[in-house]
């Protein structure tokens, strides 16, 4: 399956955006979905992720400002982000994968596809 990554762009703070990962290839119901995010001189962290059965997670600091869904019609997984920080600017990756298991799902090294990335800027 290939991934295209989205919907950055640079906002002020406290504002919104929704990022998009479509997918081509294969159907992207039976995969599941994450969402990863890198800064300049960080590490990659995970964001949020969407199973196939369309259970979701979340990273503990986004609870509440982010949501992912899906809409398997549209082969599309969604970031909505909410009340941005300007500690959110990052490059957003999606990525999929279909074997992985719950306990791994926030880990960016069992995700077998990945998205090339869409910035998102956030100002003060």
């Known amino acids: 399956v290939q991934l295209q990554a989205s919907g950055g762009g640079l906002v002020q703070a406290g504002g919104s955006l929704r990022l998009s990962c479509a997918a081509s290839g294969r159907p992207f119901r039976s995969y599941d979905v994450g969402w990863f995010r890198q800064a300049p001189g960080k590490e990659r962290e995970f964001v949020a992720a969407?199973?196939?059965?369309?259970?979701?997670y979340y990273a503990d600091s986004k609870k509440g400002r982010f949501t992912i869904s899906r809409d398997n019609a549209k082969n599309t997984v969604y970031l909505q982000m909410n009340s941005l920080k300007p500690e959110d600017t990052a490059i957003y990756y999606c990525a999929a994968d279909q074997t992985i298991i719950l306990s791994s799902i926030s880990s960016a090294l069992y995700y077998d596809y990945w998205g090339q990335g869409t910035q998102v800027t956030v100002s003060s």
């Open positions: 969407i199973r196939r059965s369309g259970a979701t």
